[in-house]
C-alpha cells in the first residue's frame, strides 16, 4: 500500500511548476486545503495561448468553490509578441510557460498543455488544424480530460468566430468534439494502455465575454457573481485574478485588482442543461467515492472534525488525524472491487501532500552547481528538519541513487548531509521535455504519452521517506540548485546536465547577393569546454552536405577554456537563390559522442532561469540584393535581430539612443529605422518626434516597424507629420 501511495504523490509532483523560492505554506493555506477534502467536483478550462483564460474564474472554482480546477492551453504561446526582450519562438514558448505557472500559483488552478505550436495568428480555425494536425492535438485534448477527469469543461472562445483568431476558434471546436470523444472507447483507444478509461464530462459551456467591443453575454445564460472575498486567503477573486493576471508580463499584461461584484455568463454547449450552478446534478460530496455507507459516514465525520478541531497556531495537531485517515481511505479503496477514479484516489494524495504541510518539515536538496557537465561528479547537500518537534521515528531520502539516514530525534535541529554523485556520459543533457526531439510540422514530438499536458518536468527528484505514528510517508521534492543573489537574496534554479562542450556560431546569418563574384564572409565557431581535455581535438563543419575538416590537432584545454575556430566562405560556392545551413561539431576519443550543440539561457527577475541546448547553425542566403544607401541609423525597441540582418546585407548601422538625436547628427543616415514597439518601450522619443519629422522634411527616410496600441503596449508617441490611429 505504501509503495501506491509514493508513486501517486511522485506523479503529481513531477507536474508542479518550478518557482524559484519553494512555496510555503501557512496556517490558512493548510486551513484552506482542509476545506477542500469535503469537495468533490473538477472544472477543465480550454482555450489556445497563455493568458487567454479567465483568471477571475478559475480563482473562484479552485478557491471559493473549491473544486479540482485546472486550465488546458492548447499551445505554450510562442508565436505572441514579446514585450521585455528579443526571445521569439520556442524561447518565448518557455518564458510564457513559466508565467502561466506563476499565474497558476497565484489563482490555485493545475496547468495542461497539448503537442500544439505557436505559429502566429491564423485567419481560420481550418488552417490552425491542419498545422497543427487535426487528429493529433483532438487525441492531446481527449487524453488530458480523460487523465483529468472533469465534470465540467467550460471554453473561453465560441466555435462561431468571435474570438478573433483561428487559434480561439480551433480550442472551442477541439473541446467540443473532445467532450464526446473522450467517452468513446473506440476513439485512441491507444491511451488505456497508460491506465486512463473513457470519461464523460456532464456538460460544456461557453464562458461568454464583453470585451474588445464585443459584447456576448445575454440575460438568458447562467450567470454566476465570482467576485467574492475570500476571509481565510484575505483576498477577493478580483484582487486574486489581478496577480494572476499579471504574471504575464512578457505580453504586458499587468491589470489592477478589482473588488465588488462580478458577473460571469455561461452558455451550454452541450450535455446536461443547468439551470442555477455549473454542478447542476453534479453529485460532488464524498459520495463521488462509492464507499460503503459506514466508509462514507466515516470519512464525511472524520474531516469535519479535522476542520473543527484545526489550531492555525499549532497546526502540527492535525497530523496523527490526517495520518489515520489516509490510512483508512488507502485501506478501504485497495479492498474495493469497484472502478476507481481520480475522485478516489487523488482524495488520498491531497491527505498525503496536507500531512507534509502541517507537520512543517523542512526537507531539501540541492547541488552545488548549477551547471554540472555529464561525464564529471557533482556534489550535493540533503537536509531535514523536524520543525515542530514531531514524534518523528526514522528520517531519510534516496538522492542520484544513494540513501542517506537523517537524525531527527532533536526538535528544530537541521541534519545536513553531503555526497557526491558521478554523472555517467551516457546522461542526456537537461532540456525542457518538449524539445528533446526535433520539432514535427506544427506541434513539438512527444513520444512519451505519459509526459503529454505536463507544464515540465524537474531535471532530478529527491525522494524523503519519513516514518510517524508506526507509518512511513514519502514526500518527493525537486532538486534545486541554490545560492544567494546580493540584492534578491536566497534563490533557487533548477540545476542542468550539460555537454562536456558548447559549439557556437557567429555570425548566424550570412548573406550573399547573386549580382557578385568572389564575396568572401569569415565565420567563427567560438567552443567553450566545461571539463579539461588534452589529446587530439577536431573540428569540422558541414554544409551542403559537405563535410571539412578544418581543425586537427592535439590540444589542451582546460574547464572554462575557450577556443575559436575559423574558416572562410566565398559565394561561389553557393549556387544562386540558395537558402543554405552551416553547422560545426567537435571529436575527441574521450567524448561520448561528437559535440555539436550550444547551450541557450534566459533569465529575467520575475522566472527561473531557463536553459535549453541546441544546434546553432549559421544561415547562408544567396540571393537578389540591391541596397541603396550605405549608413542606417537604428533606435532600439522592446528587442529584434534587424540590425544583424541590414548589416549582413552590407549596411554599416548605427545605434541611436536619446542623446544621439541631433539635426547635426542625423545628417550622416541615409535612413533611420525604428525598432519594434519603439514607441511602445521609448518615452523619449516623443521628445524627438520633431527633430525626425525636420529629418524627413530635409530628405531623409525614416521607417517606423511594427507597434501596439492596446493594454500590452499603450502608444503614447506622435508618430510621423500627420495624425492616424493604430
Not at 88 to 114: C, N, P, S, V, Y
Amino acid at each position: 500500500m505504501k509503495k501506491i501511495i509514493v508513486q501517486a504523490l511522485c506523479c503529481l509532483i513531477a507536474t508542479t511548476g518550478i518557482a524559484q523560492t519553494p512555496k510555503s505554506y501557512s496556517s490558512a493555506d493548510i486551513l484552506q486545503e482542509l476545506k477542500k477534502l469535503e469537495v468533490f467536483g473538477s472544472v477543465l478550462y480550454i482555450a489556445a495561448h497563455p493568458d487567454d483564460e479567465n483568471t477571475r474564474l478559475l480563482g473562484y472554482l479552485a478557491n471559493e468553490r473549491k473544486f479540482r480546477t485546472g486550465y488546458l492551453s492548447l499551445t505554450r504561446g510562442d508565436g505572441g509578441q514579446n514585450l521585455i526582450g528579443d526571445e521569439q519562438g520556442i524561447e518565448l514558448g518557455m518564458i510564457r510557460t513559466q508565467e502561466l505557472l506563476a499565474a497558476r500559483r497565484m489563482d490555485g488552478a493545475e496547468q495542461f498543455f497539448t503537442r500544439a505550436y505557436d505559429f502566429g495568428f491564423s485567419k481560420s480555425p481550418e488552417e490552425a488544424l491542419k498545422i497543427w494536425g487535426h487528429d493529433r492535438i483532438l487525441s492531446d485534448v481527449v487524453w488530458i480530460i480523460r487523465k483529468f477527469q472533469p465534470d465540467v469543461i467550460i471554453t473561453r472562445f465560441p466555435t462561431t468566430g468571435e474570438g478573433g483568431h483561428g487559434h480561439h476558434t480551433a480550442s472551442a471546436i477541439l473541446a467540443g468534439e473532445a467532450f464526446d470523444a473522450a467517452a468513446d472507447s473506440s476513439k485512441f483507444p491507444e491511451h488505456f494502455k497508460y491506465g486512463v478509461k473513457p470519461w464523460q464530462p456532464k456538460r460544456l459551456f461557453w464562458n461568454t465575454f464583453n470585451f474588445g467591443g464585443n459584447n456576448t453575454t445575454r440575460d438568458d445564460q447562467l450567470k454566476i457573481d465570482v467576485g467574492m472575498y475570500n476571509s481565510i486567503l484575505g483576498k477577493s477573486y478580483g484582487e486574486i485574478a489581478a496577480e494572476s493576471r499579471s504574471q504575464h508580463k512578457s505580453q504586458g499584461f499587468g491589470v489592477p485588482a478589482q473588488r465588488g461584484e462580478s458577473f460571469e455568463y455561461f452558455s451550454l454547449i452541450k450535455g446536461e442543461k443547468a439551470t442555477k450552478d455549473l454542478m447542476d446534478d453534479v453529485d460532488i460530496t464524498s459520495g463521488r467515492m462509492q464507499l460503503k455507507p459506514e466508509h462514507k459516514t466515516t470519512y464525511d465525520n472524520d474531516v469535519k472534525q479535522l476542520i473543527e478541531n484545526y489550531n492555525p497556531v499549532k497546526p502540527a495537531n492535525t497530523v496523527e488525524q490526517l495520518s489515520q485517515l489516509v490510512e483508512f481511505l488507502w485501506s478501504v479503496l485497495i479492498n474495493s472491487t469497484d472502478s476507481k477514479t481520480y475522485n478516489d484516489f487523488g482524495k488520498t494524495n491531497q491527505i498525503h501532500s496536507l500531512l507534509g504541510k502541517t507537520a512543517g518539515f523542512f526537507m531539501e536538496a540541492t547541488v552545488n552547481n548549477q551547471l554540472n557537465v555529464t561525464g564529471d561528479s557533482l556534489k550535493y547537500t540533503v537536509q531535514f528538519n523536524n520543525r515542530m518537534g514531531l514524534p518523528v521515528q526514522t528520517a531519510q531520502v534516496s538522492i542520484f541513487g544513494n540513501t542517506i539516514v537523517f537524525d531527527p530525534s532533536a526538535p528544530n535541529v537541521t541534519s545536513i548531509k553531503t555526497g557526491t554523485h558521478f554523472i555517467p556520459k551516457e546522461q542526456a543533457a537537461t532540456q525542457p521535455y518538449w524539445l528533446d526531439f526535433a520539432m514535427e510540422p506544427g506541434a513539438f514530438k512527444i513520444p512519451n504519452q505519459q509526459r503529454i499536458g505536463a507544464p515540465e518536468l524537474p531535471t532530478a527528484t529527491a525522494l524523503f521517506q519519513v516514518r510517524i505514528h508506526d507509518h512511513q510517508y514519502s514526500f518527493s521534492q525537486p532538486v534545486y540548485y541554490k545560492y544567494t543573489d546580493p540584492v534578491r537574496g536566497e534563490l533557487y534554479e533548477q540545476p542542468q546536465f550539460v555537454n562536456p562542450a558548447f559549439v557556437n556560431v557567429n555570425p548566424t546569418l550570412i548573406i550573399f547577393s547573386n549580382n557578385k563574384k568572389n564575396q568572401k564572409r569569415s565565420v567563427e565557431f567560438p567552443v567553450q569546454f566545461n571539463k579539461d581535455l588534452n589529446e587530439k581535438l577536431v573540428f569540422k563543419t558541414k554544409f551542403n552536405g559537405q563535410q571539412q575538416n578544418i581543425y586537427d590537432s592535439v590540444t589542451t584545454v582546460t574547464k572554462a577554456g575557450k577556443r575559436i575556430f575559423k574558416m572562410e566562405l566565398n559565394s561561389d560556392s553557393f549556387p544562386a537563390n540558395s537558402n543554405n545551413y552551416l553547422t560545426g561539431q567537435l571529436e575527441a576519443a574521450s567524448l561520448q559522442e561528437p559535440q555539436m550543440y550550444s547551450l541557450a539561457k534566459i533569465a529575467y527577475n520575475h522566472i527561473p532561469e531557463l536553459y535549453y541546448q541546441y544546434a546553432q547553425r549559421a544561415r547562408v542566403l544567396k540571393m537578389d540584393l540591391n541596397i541603396a544607401g550605405t549608413h542606417i541609423g537604428y533606435i532600439n525597441g522592446a528587442g529584434d535581430k534587424v540590425p544583424q540582418a541590414l548589416i549582413q546585407m552590407g549596411y554599416t548601422v548605427t545605434m541611436l539612443n536619446e542623446k544621439d538625436i541631433s539635426p547635426a547628427n542625423l545628417k550622416q543616415f541615409d535612413a533611420i529605422i525604428t525598432g519594434v514597439r519603439a514607441y511602445n518601450t521609448n518615452l523619449w522619443l516623443s521628445g524627438v518626434s520633431g527633430i525626425l519629422n525636420d529629418y524627413v522634411k530635409n530628405g531623409g527616410v525614416l521607417l517606423v516597424q511594427y507597434n501596439t496600441n492596446n493594454n500590452a503596449g499603450p502608444l503614447r508617441q506622435k508618430i510621423g507629420p500627420y495624425p492616424f490611429t493604430l
